[in-house]
């Protein structure tokens, strides 16, 4: 007798039962996976609270306790009849189960990894291939659920599909009730979290969708669609109040606003007058497009119910006085419109901007005493509204604001550009509507911080200075992904002559007395005003200097907090010197010469003399000399290039002398050697290797994957198991293409190679280039741009060229390709060939090194592309590349290709600068977006281990072992 195969799943019930009561339905057959279809389905039907102990559900049946379902188990998981055999497919495996067991244990765990619930689900989804519809159904949609909670949504809403298509289909009516209307609901909130960034399409698909999900959802069967749908939103009026958020953004205001009604109504029903308050001003806004009268009264009617408001919950009452203060300018906007409101208007405007600048200084307040950080989500629900931070006068008068943040109407958006601007803002006290609010906040307040009750008090509030003061350092914090960092607000920012803070003490006497121009700013501003140079995105040359913009961001952007004002209590001291933007000065050709700037730091660097830097920088000295410079950051953001030129002079001496590696600062790069490294091992160690960047958000936004899916469709070969050009491990398992990550399917290039014949690697490269054009993925992709080429490619080749790295060698990782390294100096950063503890990854997970000279030279094809084999005599393998490189990537096995691309993708998101996501623009760089990406955080973690210059000493006793002066390496091994 054989028992059900996902006894699994009831340890996973059972593990649920103990925290939280849910539900159980009636099982009705007894295959295995309807229990576990249905569990996941239970996130999508809780009336959702941001606070996880305060979840309840709305449910016809009864709720369950653990002992309860202990009984309930053993009573539904019995064995399979005798004959039950012949009526389904073959149970899965004891390994496949284990397997599903991790995944569910990984996401639905105390301690939620969706990291490691993804592989997992994704390789239970193709060892369940072979059963029903409905339990593959299940199984799409978690892993949907497992990757909106990574960020992915347009990976989800492939997912969410296909559980649509299997549940719609035949065989699917056998899946739980609450499974449609739970993959709707995912896929509507997949779209929803694009925001504006949402194709048309996409919106009128998710407004779609939740409308069926809600519909799917009436407990009651109902003679029209609106009464389904009314009694389906009262079940979740949160996602009742996402689905008017979704057809305010289809242009369907009159529809929003009937639902944003409903949503209200339903909230007021669970006890719930906050959420209410905030759908009674959404209604008001939406009826704005096409009825200001009705407008203005549904905003002013919500205002009244603020009083009603009250709680604990102090994120939630924020949002509350946020959305008043949105709903006041809203309401401003739309009375300047109407002939004698304008006193009105102005009134309304002067209690918004009153109002939001208490909740900012409570809200700055409350940070600086009990700092708190949230993990990054995609917004698509009410409790994703704008907060205490995120909202101010001054951004409700930003068109990008009210569109991408608010999505407010289009007409109301151009009623608010041109009244408010215009209007005097005037302060009126006495205004009683949100004061409840305010005690509550204040009350609260008293209690956490147990020291002041100065709350939200009008004559009690913060001082101007100190407001000001934690505007700069804190007042967008809770947007900073990088709070947890022992550096939070620890690295001090030397100012330019561009900036507010140049003055004081931080300034030399000659920056005191003289006109001080760093002349890179002026460059710096006109490039991103033109999107040129370095702020054009499509131009590999310049996009892969780009290091020290980005660096300079994640120090000093708005949403930052790792910036501190105060020298005397910095612990770090970033110098923002940009070498490459000096060195091009707009022309991708630069000036070999060394800038004063570059020699000033040359003699701080090498001789700790500082006058030069006193006079061309006009910044004092003092804090160089506290440390000889240990604790200060300069960021080299070229290859070849640095503080001077290197000319000819390569290897060892370029990182010697003109990065100044082994001088004490941190210098932050994009690459040194296998033969520095190995030589220097702790002066390395003491500096940060950095990847290549790509500022082009094409390469993390969807955009060149979804064009290089239509290049491939349009010829024909949208997968591995129709090419020829593919793999033969590949083709055999191009079955499955349909099945895990976007990126990660068999692909139906075997190889994709893009690189020049240039450089100290040239005879490598002609031999590669040369076989490669012979082989079927050469003659194929001849014509591919790279971007799209990687994508589709399962190996990409990188060999060395004028120096040991490249940005192909990043690029290939961020497309999914497994880079095949053929440069014996090349290191990658994060990993064991530089950084040591078990923290790091191998190089052996993510990518194949090659011995170069096995294949330099080692021609298979000759001109006219016919087989000759002719292999290298200084070969030491040369049995091994008789085939060349071809051969040996066919004598892969393809569990070890999909080792390698998994880790492949894992290794992309630690290199990114950028998270991947759809809402990425185009050029993030240009657009100041905040670096969030793994790179970001990983440059974080390392420069917190080198405060205060404490990896210095041990470069500097390893200097004491080894004389420099006597370094001869003067270029690098392939």
């Known amino acids: 007798m054989n028992k059900i195969p996902t006894l699994s799943i009831a340890v996973l019930v059972l593990s649920w039962c103990r925290t939280s009561a849910f539900v ?60 039950a055999a012949e009526s389904i497919a073959a149970p899965p495996s004891n390994e496949e189960i284990q397997t599903l067991r991790n995944a569910f244990a990984a996401f639905y765990g105390a301690n939620r990894d969706a990291q490691a619930a993804e592989p997992l689900l994704t390789k239970s989804i193709q060892a369940w291939e072979r059963q029903a519809p409905d339990e593959r159904a299940g199984l799409y949609r978690v892993r949907g659920d497992c990757y909106m909670v990574l960020l992915k949504p347009l990976v989800a809403v492939q997912d969410y599909t296909t559980a649509i298509r299997l549940l719609q ?13 739970a993959a709707f609901l995912g896929r509507a909130r997949a779209i929803r979290s694009l925001s504006t960034t949402a194709t048309r399409e996409q919106v009128l698909q998710a407004v779609n969708d939740y409308e069926s999900a809600l519909k799917l959802s009436a407990r009651e069967e109902w003679d029209t669609d609106q009464e389904l749908l009314e009694d389906g939103a009262r079940t979740n009026p949160y996602a009742t109040w996402e689905y008017g958020m979704a057809l305010r953004l289809a242009g369907k205001a009159q529809r929003a606003r009937d639902i944003h009604i409903l949503a209200s109504e339903y909230f007021e029903d669970i006890g719930d007058p906050a959420r209410s308050v905030i759908s009674a001003i959404d209604a008001g806004i939406d009826a704005s497009d096409y009825d200001v009268a009705a407008s203005i009264g549904l905003i002013q009617s919500a205002f009244k119910k603020i009083k009603l408001v009250e709680g604990k919950d102090i994120p939630l009452l924020q949002r509350v006085i946020a959305k008043e203060g949105e709903g006041r300018v809203a309401l401003a906007s739309l009375l300047w419109s109407q002939s004698g409101s304008r006193q009105e208007a102005e009134s309304q405007l002067g209690i918004a901007c009153e109002r939001l600048d208490q909740l900012e200084a409570d809200a700055i307040a409350r940070q600086k005493i009990n700092p708190k950080v949230f993990p990054p989500r995609l917004k698509f629900n009410i409790d994703d509204g704008v907060g205490a931070l995120d909202i101010s006068c001054s951004r409700l008068k930003n068109k990008e604001y009210l569109n991408e943040r608010l999505e407010w109407p289009k007409s109301l958006q151009q009623k608010t550009m041109m009244a408010v601007p215009t209007t005097t803002r005037r302060i009126r006290l006495g205004v009683l509507t949100s004061w409840i609010v305010l005690i509550f906040l204040q009350l609260s307040f008293f209690h956490e911080a147990n020291t002041s009750n100065r709350g939200l008090l009008l004559d009690d509030s913060p001082n101007q200075a100190e407001v000001n003061h934690h505007q700069r350092s804190i007042r967008s914090s809770s947007n900073c992904p990088f709070r947890n960092s022992s550096i939070y607000q620890s690295v001090y920012v030397y100012p330019s002559p561009l900036d507010a803070e140049w003055t004081g003490s931080i300034l030399s006497e000659e920056g005191k007395q003289n006109n001080i121009s760093w002349p890179w700013l002026a460059m710096d501003q006109r490039l991103k005003k033109e999107g040129k140079g370095h702020y054009d995105a499509n131009h590999n040359d310049f996009n892969q200097y780009t290091t020290e913009l980005l660096i300079r961001n994640i120090l000093t952007h708005p949403d930052s ?109 994009i690459e040194l050697s296998t033969t520095f490294v190995e030589m220097y091992p702790n002066c390395a160690r003491k500096n940060i290797l950095m990847p290549y960047p790509n500022t082009d958000g094409k390469w993390f936004n969807g955009g060149y994957d979804n064009q290089a899916e239509e290049i491939f469709l349009a010829r024909r070969l949208p997968n591995a198991s129709n090419s020829k050009a593919a793999l033969i491990a590949e083709q055999q398992e191009g079955s499955l293409s349909e099945s895990g990550h976007y990126l990660n399917r068999p692909r139906p290039l075997g190889q994709f190679y893009s690189a020049g014949n240039h450089g100290t690697c040239k005879a490598l490269r002609q031999t590669l280039g040369r076989n490669y054009k012979c082989t079927e993925s050469g003659k194929f992709a001849a014509s591919l741009r790279y971007q799209h080429g990687y994508r589709k490619a399962t190996f990409c080749p990188c060999p060395g060229g004028d120096s040991p790295s490249a940005k192909r060698h990043y690029d290939a990782l961020h497309a999914g390709c497994i880079p095949i390294i053929l440069s014996y100096d090349f290191v990658w950063p994060f990993t064991t060939e530089i950084l040591s503890g078990r923290s790091w990854k191998n190089p052996s997970e993510f990518s194949i090194r090659l011995d170069a000279k096995d294949y330099e030279g080692s021609m298979v094809y000759d001109n006219q592309c016919r087989f000759v084999v002719r292999p290298n005599g200084n070969s030491t393998n040369s049995s091994k590349v008789m085939g060349g490189l071809q051969y040996f990537i066919e004598t892969i096995p393809n569990r070890e290709i999909q080792r390698l691309r998994q880790g492949a993708l894992d290794m992309s998101d630690r290199y990114a600068y950028y998270q991947r996501r759809p809402g990425l623009p185009d050029n ?13 955080h990983m440059f974080v973690q390392l420069l917190s281990e080198r405060v205060n210059g404490q990896l210095w000493p041990a470069c500097q006793k390893e200097l004491r072992e080894r004389s420099p002066s006597l370094d001869k390496v003067l270029s690098f091994k392939c």
């Open 561 to 669: 907090c790792l910036r501190t004002y105060d020298p005397e209590s910095a612990s770090l001291f970033y110098v923002p010197y940009l070498p490459s933007m000096e060195y091009h000065n707009g022309s991708l050709y630069g000036d070999y010469r060394t800038s004063e700037f570059g020699e000033a730091l040359l003699q701080a660097t090498t001789h700790s003399t500082y006058d030069l830097w006193e006079s061309t920088f006009g910044l004092t000295s003092k804090y160089w000399k506290r440390r000889n410079g240990s604790d200060h950051i300069l960021v080299m953001s070229e290859p070849l290039h640095g503080l001077n030129h290197p000319r000819s002079r390569r290897g060892n001496y370029h990182f010697i002398h003109s990065q100044k590696q082994l001088a004490p600062p941190i210098v932050v790069s």
């Open 924 to 936: 993030p760089l240009r657009e100041n977006i905040l670096p969030d990406g793994g790179a970001a």
């Open 24 to 83: 159980l339905p009636t099982v009705s057959r007894h295959d295995g996976l309807e229990l576990f279809m249905m569990i996941p389905a239970v996130e999508h039907i809780l009336v959702e609270s941001q606070d996880a102990t305060k979840m309840t559900m709305e449910s016809s049946s009864v709720s369950i306790s653990y002992e309860y379902a202990q009984k309930w188990l053993s009573e539904n998981l019995l064995p399979l009849p005798a004959n």
């Open 169 to 181: 289909g035949p065989g699917g009516d056998k899946a739980d009730p609450s499974e449609l209307p």
